[in-house]
């Protein structure tokens, strides 16, 4: 078990926070002494900071923080491994060791960070990349302290603190180091070097040590030698002197040739000499000694009163009480509690079962749901059980939430209707006024066409020449432009682009326009920068504009007139030798290209000028130079004849325009509706949250217990969903009174010593964390209140009308006392008033003596503890006739003990004893003179003791007696008195109680006043004779007492340790092979003696030797044995063993058991981590078996077998004590008798620590582990069946654990087949009949081996044959049902044990190991093993008693459904942490790609962030790792498509066959289970989905002639995800002089490389430009004909019309538009999906997989997406159901059987038929389906 961190108790009344080990020890003075330490302490108490504490009997409060007094922070470099601990046990407090599993993470990830995430998930593997060498060292405290004071790892404070004295008070008030076992890191001195320190216990190296020390020092000393090889024994000089090596020591030095008897030596030790004594039978005596003496915090008057409490009740109701029973002892402590409000928070996920449970009307009266909880919240709530506190109310919610919502899409449709129409209206709007807008704006843009605005407007309107033109184009554009102003937002771009086509002139034949514009420039240029022209010039050049004819050379010769070649400047003379040798190379390209050079290209270039710009020029020519007018003239034709030809392009805008505008208004109506529907989906959960508020505030009680949720959430596990909910649980209290419950427990180790001492004095200790209490209301008081038991308590309240009487678990009560469930009421108008109670443990039997209405009765109940019921027997019996001069006032009532009489004592001191049998009184009476406070029976039944108050009734002091009356001399003497102690103030309360043994009474007396509670051991003698049996001599090793030895201990210690654990054990633990081990040696450091150390080491292996005759095979003498005065741990050299980390711990770990289970009220009861948890134990509520078995965990085993050892075969070992042990691979099981030496066989055999400290007393389940290097040996150590506190059904539900995974059950029994024996093999043969071995062939596969222990050769065949005669009985009887062939095989082996301590009794392990070896492997891999084991305990948890390998193959099934999704799109089992796939029997990860790319798919889309994790992000990642990504530009586009895709589907299916090849290798072993078959049908679903996420759009990018890399399903735009730009190089090198710039056409162009179209090729405007695919700028030769239209090198324009998928109704399916070429006749529009159906599945979300676009136009068109789809139909079958239900089941579990399918494809309602159909029988086929899409027939099939 691992150390836990206790968590305070803030409302505790107690000021005292509890323990670091959760048990406050108070001062005790026992009256014997205490021993001495185990160091030398003189002048501590001087050094230290803080006074000394005068008084030893003076309470000490505990600290308010535990980190404070652990000194463990304060050692540099020191890290706590095992831990000392106390523990409650079941018979006694006792210590315990434990793993601290804190400071070893600490230790762990400092040295490999992230590798100890939790002690369930370590990561050995990365540990063993470390080595450690660990050095053990042990001895004196102040040895070990100098040692660290050495290593400077601590100051002198912490110095001075670890010497100073740890008895019990001292360990309170001043920090210490818990005893344990540390590792200290001295890697700074040496790589990889520890000390493993062993920190004892104050008097663990004294000989005298009381046994509970003895045995945790050879427990430690068994840890500390198992963990080093290596070890250094620091002695103090103090301890060094008391060393004896006399020759009288035990272990004295005898010469080898010594002639002696072989057993001379166990005649040493080994004989006790005992006798019978008979006490005094002359007198009845009794006597008292002083007892024990403690303090306590509580233990004190109580003078703080709070000034709430009320007044009209007395202070004194605060004082501390004396709780007794029989044999338990406690206090009461009462506090007042004003009223206040009690809140706890709550954070908890349960299960669904749990939380209707906890929002149940008994559960939560006053519920409250908070505005916090959102509606999923809320729809949890109501299906988990809030349904059924709020009567219709959901129901008329969800009819009226249905009208709303069918209104809701009826104003959906009517409003889409609506903007249906209005576009209509606007683009018929548009239609008649748009062309006329176009009119106006060119009128805008190109002033200078005025006169020729009818011309224009007529083209625009189609008007033939000579009709009406008359058109307000004012009023008309301003209809158009109020439309596209009011959508400025989603039209401005279709604005800007008809503004561009405006401005861009073009004519059919552009070559004339262009040539008038380009002359007109020149020889506007001309005129404009000409000197010498004359107005003859002038006009020749002006007539050259409209010439047909090349006029360049004349106009160069006019331009240049007046210049000879002399005259020239020398620029003019450069800029003409350029131009020539430019047109030249021009004249050279065009005849390259065949186009025939002009003259015209020998005219000087001018800057470029748009139209807008040259329209604007001409009105200033126009009215500056009139000469102009005829070519301007001429140009405004050509420019009206250019836009009549725009116009045409311009008709289908008004469609556009309207289609945008639908579709912007479609987008703003399922917006706003959408918005809509979430408001009224709020405002109506809103609503019924309020009236669900409304109705449970209606609902609300009177109850102070409230529940408020604030928010519930939905966590999903493997499949199964648990609901986190948080909120708070809120109660508002009375005031009224704490009654806290401090159990007083004694320890284990007087329980012993008390068995042989009667006169031994006890230590108890109180208990105090988290003690039991209960609060009682002002009104509210206890009348009688008594321990019943050792955890039970029986407690009477009046709370003014009736007496309560509550009989309940300790822990329990306050639950039943405020419910008022465990108990009986009592009204005093028919028992009487005043009455007075008596309880008898031994009978269980509750009296209640009351008078009322003249007359006296006795009511008898009878009690039942494991019921917590209080039953009446019979009816009143009436007393009044004994009393016939009036009836008494009776004060005490009290049972004599172990009898049905009952002693009553009233008013006038006449003590008379009434018998319930004969229903009379005994002839004689007692008078008591003075006044009696109380009246006590002696627990053993041999007397009454009475208080006694003889002072006078005016005086006010008390003369207090104890008086003394032997029940069997009852009323004929005068009896006993003794003394009041004279310590003991007179207030102080007093009971009898025993501690230990009934036998032994103590009389306890609580003086508060005194702050102290004591006790007198009485000694009572009867005249009936008592025997006992006394050791009149003891043998050197029984006590210790007698020893003259004091502090060999600190050597013997080794033997002890051979002597209790094996030294060769037949199957030992085994490290890796990479481990170097060094000869195992001892360095004692002592000041004197050094030479003897050696000597005296041997002669203790010899005479260990001799006496046990255990097999050591010589490694006892091979360990090296040195002493020295001096150690300089950082100087001194020694070969220590090199080994690694991860395997390190894991023997560490492995020394330590764990508890697995235990068994309490008929049930099993499974741990988790080991630890008894009432929280784990309510979460399990509702669960089913997987869901059990996914919540157990076996702490720091679980990574040793799901991962470290995983591919390791196990053999169980189970012992039941009848002690079973299991192996991984074989199980044994030990199994016998109580304290038959099962756990010392055990240890010997499989290497185990088992009875340890704390392990004397197995309760439930333990398990071990030894690690060898073929397989993991595992001990399971079993409580013992026929347990007088276990019932038949707890011990059959152990048998069957026990049973079901051994394979070899080794049952250890006494010499005679004892009847005992007989009914354990009952027990098994009735486990045989629940759990069926026949359905469950993994399990049940054991031999039995009967092993009779303490057979001599002689009797061997003899013993064989008794037990073969029985066993042959049951076998006749039983017949084929016997528990042999049921539970074993048939197989069975009786194996006659020789008697311990011969050299045979450890020879017979080998054959025990070879009888192993032969079996057959059942539990091939650890973690199987492991899941076998959990799914086993789950079924007995869950009463489920059907196969084993349904459970696991449900279990392994949902864990990979539960990863599915994961694997597939991460490839790991964890995206968060990269765990790989793995083999989960044996932890082998899977070879894969070290880099896994990140696949979409939906299932794993709430595990990132939605906008990391989509279909375009996969798609780019897997883009990325393409490996021929850079060479798209190298290949053809369609080639580097076709890569791409190849690389994608080989990634899926990679990825897809890993994940397959994962649950094939998880699913191989349970054949074809309709679970495993669901798994794999979810698998292809979700492969197929995988595969579909990764189709490629692959049609023409919208910017560029690449291909489209979106998922073929994208919205928007094509992307070819590249820049759009053309990578390559221009191709006309050879004009370009230096750097050759690359190609400025568009990605993926045809035809040549170009950087500027408008520089090597005409470069204008394609004439069919805008439409999708067009490059936009002509691709022909510059001044290629005229006749030609401009066209660029797409090969594919964009018809760009709609696409034709809208059906007769007008409902648009496809928004897209047509991708088909315009230039090819088509009549069907089609966008760039013909081969998809964009309908989705009508079964699923998935889209139709028909291979036609318009699939959907066929109106019986069936869509399905192609994958399996479950059945959702009930199933029609009578199937087994009802079978079911009338099977007789088992009549072990007392609750009913659930048989629960945890598979989503199955579902079972109990008492009902209804069980929905499994898809693997009922599936749904696709008979036919044409290719067009016809109708697909649908086949329901069985």
């Known amino acids: ?192 070097l520890v000390f493993i320190i062993f920190w004892p216990e104050d008097g663990t190296w004294l000989d005298s040590s009381v046994s509970s020390v003895a045995r945790n020092r050879v427990t430690f000393m068994r840890y500390l030698t198992k963990l080093c090889d290596q ?197 018929t709007i548009l239609k008649a006024s748009f062309p006329l807008y176009i009119v106006a704006r060119v009128m805008e843009l190109f002033p200078i066409l005025k006169a020729h605005e009818e011309d224009l407007i007529r083209a625009a309107m189609n008007k033939k020449l000579g009709e009406n033109v008359e058109f307000d184009l004012q009023i008309e554009s301003a209809k158009v432009e109020s439309l596209l102003q009011s959508h400025r937002n989603i039209l401005a771009p ?224 493997w499949n199964f969903s648990r609901f986190r909910v948080k909120g708070t649980r809120s109660s508002q209290t009375k005031p009224g009174l704490i009654h806290c419950i401090i159990p007083l427990e004694t320890r284990e180790e007087d329980l012993r010593r008390s068995a042989d001492n009667s006169d031994h004095v006890f230590r108890p200790v109180f208990r105090q964390y988290l003690p039991p209490k209960f609060i009682l209301p002002f009104g509210s008081t206890i009348k009688f209140v008594k321990l019943i038991g050792k955890d039970r308590c029986l407690v009477v309240v009046w709370d003014g009308l009736m007496y309560q009487i509550t009989l309940d678990r300790v822990d329990n009560l306050a639950h039943s006392i405020e419910t008022g469930t465990a108990g009986k009421k009592l009204y005093p108008e028919r028992i009487g008033e005043h009455p007075c109670f008596a309880v008898d443990e031994t009978k269980r039997l509750f009296a209640v003596v009351a008078t009322g209405n003249g007359s006296m009765q006795l009511h008898v109940f009878s009690y039942d503890n494991d019921a917590n019921t209080v039953v009446l027997r019979g009816g009143p019996i009436n007393l009044t006739k004994w009393w016939p001069s009036g009836l008494p006032t ?197 000041g004197s003696s050094l030479p003897r150390f050696a000597s005296y080491f041997a002669n203790i292996i010899r005479d260990f030797e001799k006496k046990t005759r255990k097999p050591t095979k010589g490694a006892l003498k091979r360990i090296k044995v040195e002493a020295s005065a001096e150690w300089d741990p950082l100087s001194y050299q020694l070969s220590v063993s090199d080994l690694q980390l991860g395997d390190w711990l894991v023997g560490l770990f492995c020394l330590i058991p764990i508890h697995l289970a235990v068994t309490d009220s008929n049930r099993f009861i499974p741990l988790k981590d080991g630890i008894i948890n009432p929280e784990f134990e309510r979460s399990l509520l509702g669960a089913n078996v997987a869901q059990i078995s996914d919540s157990l965990s076996f702490g720091w085993y679980e990574s040793i077998f799901s991962s470290y050892s995983a591919k390791k075969p196990v053999r169980v070992v189970t012992s039941m004590g009848m002690r079973t042990i299991a192996i991984l691979q074989v199980v044994y099981a030990f199994i016998g008798e109580q304290s038959v030496g099962k756990s010392f066989a055990l240890n010997h055999f499989v290497d185990t620590s088992f009875a340890g400290s704390a392990m004397r007393c197995t309760e439930g389940v333990w398990l071990s582990v030894t690690p060898t290097r073929d397989y993991l040996l595992v001990a399971m150590d079993f409580e013992g069946v026929h347990s007088i506190e276990r019932s038949a059904q707890e011990d059959t539900l152990l048998v069957l654990l026990n049973a079901a995974i051994s394979n070899f059950v080794i049952f250890r029994n006494n010499f005679a087949f004892s009847r005992d024996i007989a009914g354990l093999f009952t027990s098994f043969q009735s486990s045989a009949t629940v759990l069926d071995p026949a359905a469950n062939p993994q399990l049940f596969n054991s031999t039995l081996g009967i092993i009779i222990k303490d057979v001599i050769d002689s009797d061997a065949k003899e013993i064989v044959n008794e037990f073969q005669q029985k066993f042959q009985q049951i076998v006749q009887q039983e017949r084929g049902d016997n ?214 759009c692959a049609s023409k990018c919208s910017s560029c002639g690449l291909l489209c890399l979106e998922h073929n399903q994208h919205q928007g735009d094509h992307d070819c995800k590249t820049t759009h730009k053309c990578a390559n190089l221009c191709g006309f090198v050879d004009q370009h002089e230096s750097d050759i710039p690359g190609c400025g056409m568009p990605a993926g162009h045809d035809g040549r490389h170009v950087c500027k179209p408008n520089v090597h090729l005409c470069g204008l405007e394609c004439h069919l430009n805008p439409r999708e695919g067009c490059l936009e700028a002509c691709s022909k030769p510059t001044g290629h004909s005229s006749d030609e239209p401009h066209t660029c090198a797409a090969t594919i324009h964009a018809c760009g019309k709609p696409c034709s998928l809208v059906t007769s109704d007008r409902k648009v399916i496809c928004r897209r538009t047509c991708v088909l070429d315009c230039n090819r006749p088509h009549e069907r529009h089609c966008c760039e999906r013909p081969l998809t159906c964009p309908v989705k599945c009508q079964l699923c979300s998935s889209f139709c997989s028909i291979g036609d676009h318009f699939h959907a136009l066929d109106e019986q068109a069936v869509h399905l997406c192609g994958h399996q789809h479950a059945c959702q139909r009930e199933c029609q079958h009578p199937g087994i159901l009802g079978s079911i239900q009338s099977t007789n089941l088992p009549s072990i579990p007392k609750r009913p059987v659930a048989y629960r399918a945890s598979s989503q494809s199955r579902r079972v309602k109990s008492g009902t038929r209804e069980i929905t159909c499994i898809p693997s029988i009922l599936r749904l086929f696709i008979i036919a389906r044409s290719v067009a899409g016809n109708v697909a027939t649908t086949v329901h099939c069985l």
């Open 1379 to 1592: 528990f042999i062939s049921k539970l074993h095989k048939g197989k069975l082996d009786i194996i006659p044990w020789p008697v311990i301590e011969s050299s045979r009794f450890y020879e017979l392990f080998a054959a025990l190991k070879i009888r192993l070896d032969r079996q057959s492997v059942t539990h091939h891999h650890a973690a199987n093993f492991l899941s076998t084991l959990k799914m086993l305990m789950a079924k007995l948890k869950a009463n489920d008693w059907g196969a084993l390998d349904q459970n696991l193959a449900i279990q392994r099934a949902n864990h990979l459904s539960a990863h599915l999704a994961v694997a597939l799109a991460f490839g790991t089992i964890d995206h968060i942490n990269g765990e790989p796939l793995k083999d989960l029997e044996t932890d082998e990860a899977f070879d894969m790609a070290p880099e896994q790319p990140l696949l979409f798919i939906d299932a794993a889309s709430n595990l990132l962030d939605p906008g990391t994790y989509t279909i375009a992000l996969c798609l780019m990642r897997i883009r990325q790792s393409f490996p021929r990504l850079m060479s798209r530009y190298q290949m053809a586009e369609t080639d580097f498509v076709e890569a791409l895709r190849a690389h994608i589907n080989e990634t899926i299916e990679r990825r897809i066959q890993d994940v397959k090849n994962w649950l094939l290798i998880n699913t191989v072993r349970f054949g074809e289970k309709a679970e495993i078959s669901a798994l794999f049908r979810e698998f292809e679903n979700m492969a197929k989905e995988l595969r579909l996420a990764a189709l490629l």
């Open 494 to 717: 279709k604005v800007e682009k008809i503004e561009a086509e405006i401005k861009t002139l073009e004519s059919g034949h552009k070559e004339r326009y262009d040539s008038l514009k380009r002359r007109i420039l020149l020889v506007e240029d001309a005129i404009q920068n000409g000197d010498g022209l004359t107005d003859h010039d002038i006009q020749r050049l002006v007539d050259m504009i409209q010439s047909d004819k090349d006029c360049s050379n004349e106009f160069l010769a006019i331009t240049r007139k007046g210049e000879d070649g002399e005259n020239k400047s020398t620029l003019a003379a450069v800029k003409d030798a350029v131009t020539t040798h430019i047109n030249a190379g021009l004249d050279v390209m065009k005849k390259a290209v065949g186009v025939t050079p002009t003259a015209e290209g020998n005219l000087p270039s001018l800057s470029p000028i748009d139209d807008v710009s040259f329209a604007t020029k001409l009105e200033d020519l126009e009215a500056s130079r009139p000469v102009f007018d005829g070519a301007i003239a001429e140009v405004k034709i050509q420019m009206v004849t250019a836009l009549a030809k725009k116009f045409n392009r311009f008709k289908p805008v008004p469609d556009e325009i309207g289609r945008e505008l639908q579709s912007l208004l479609d987008s703003k109506v399922k917006q706003e509706f959408d918005k809509r529907k979430d408001e009224e989906a709020n405002m109506a959960w809103k609503s019924l949250k309020q009236q669900i508020q409304a109705h449970l505030v209606a609902q609300s009680t009177d109850s102070r217990a409230s529940f408020s949720i604030h928010h519930v959430s939905r966590e999903d596990r």
């Open 890 to 1086: 009776i004060y005490h009532a009290i049972f004599v003990s172990g009898t049905e009489e009952i002693l009553l004592i009233d008013d006038t001191g006449d003590a008379r004893i009434f018998s319930l049998i004969t229903e009379n009184f005994r002839p004689s009476t007692l008078k008591i003179v003075g006044n009696v406070t109380a009246a006590f029976s002696s627990t053993d039944g041999a007397c009454l003791f009475v208080i006694v108050d003889s002072a006078p009734a005016e005086s006010k002091e008390k003369d207090l007696r104890i008086k003394c009356f032997h029940w069997a001399s009852f009323g004929i003497n005068d009896g006993h008195e003794i003394p009041w102690p004279g310590d003991c103030s007179s207030s102080a309360q007093v009971a009898v109680s025993s501690l230990g043994h009934r036998r032994i009474s103590h009389l306890i007396f609580l003086d508060l006043e005194e702050g102290q509670c004591q006790s007198l051991l009485l000694q009572i003698t009867c005249k009936s004779s008592d025997f006992s049996f006394r050791s009149s001599k003891k043998g050197n090793f029984v006590d210790g007492t007698s020893s003259s030895s004091v502090n060999n201990c600190l050597l013997d210690c080794h033997a002890d340790v051979w002597t209790r654990y094996p030294v060769y054990p037949v199957i030992r633990r085994e490290t890796t092979e990479a481990a170097v081990h060094q000869p195992r040696s001892i360095l004692f450091i002592s």
């Open 1 to 192: 078990m691992t150390d836990q961190n206790q968590p305070s108790n803030d409302n505790d009344m107690l000021s005292s926070p509890p323990y670091t080990d959760g048990i406050h020890e108070p001062v005790i003075n026992s009256g014997d002494g205490g021993n001495s330490a185990d160091c030398d302490h003189r002048s501590v108490q001087a050094q230290l900071k803080e006074p000394p504490n005068t008084n030893e009997n003076q309470p000490v409060d505990p600290p308010n923080s535990q980190a404070t007094m652990d000194l463990l922070a304060r050692v540099r470099g020191l890290y706590r491994l095992l831990d000392l601990i106390n523990e409650q046990g079941t018979g006694g407090i006792v210590d315990k060791i434990i793993i601290s599993q804190g400071s070893i993470k600490q230790f762990a990830n400092n040295v490999q960070p992230d590798s100890y995430r939790s002690e369930t998930q370590t990561d050995f593997h990365a540990l063993d990349k470390h080595s450690i060498k660990p050095l053990g060292l042990y001895g004196s405290i102040t040895s070990i302290v100098d040692f660290l004071h050495k290593l400077e790892r601590i100051d002198h404070e912490t110095q001075t603190l670890l010497v100073a004295p740890r008895d019990e008070q001292s360990g309170v008030t001043r920090p210490s180091l818990r005893p344990g076992l540390y590792l200290l890191d001295a890697s700074e001195v040496n790589p990889g």
């Open 231 to 427: 070890i250094v024994c620091l002695i103090s000089d103090e301890h060094s002197q008391n060393l004896v090596w006399k020759d009288d020591s035990p272990y004295a030095s005898r010469s080898e040739d010594e002639d002696e008897e072989p057993d001379s030596l166990d005649a040493f030790d080994r004989v006790y000499t005992f006798s019978v004594e008979q006490t005094n039978e002359e007198e009845e005596t009794v006597s008292a000694k002083k007892g024990f003496t403690l303090t306590y915090s509580s233990i004190k008057v109580n003078t703080e009163i709070d000034s709430e409490f009320p007044e009209d009740i007395s202070p004194n109701v605060l004082q501390t009480q004396l709780l007794v029973g029989d044999i338990a002892q406690a206090l009461l402590s009462i506090q007042f509690v004003p009223s206040r409000t009690q809140t706890k928070n709550v954070d908890e996920a349960w299960w669904p079962r749990a939380l209707e449970s906890e929002i149940s009307a008994k559960s939560s009266p006053n519920l409250i749901i908070s505005d916090t909880v959102d509606h999923d919240g809320l729809r949890i709530l109501l299906d988990n059980g809030l349904k059924g506190r709020i009567g219709d109310l959901e129901k008329i919610w969800r009819e009226q939430r249905s009208l709303d919502i069918k209104k809701l899409e009826q104003d959906r449709k009517d409003e889409k209707s609506k903007h249906q129409k209005f576009v209509n209206d606007q683009v």
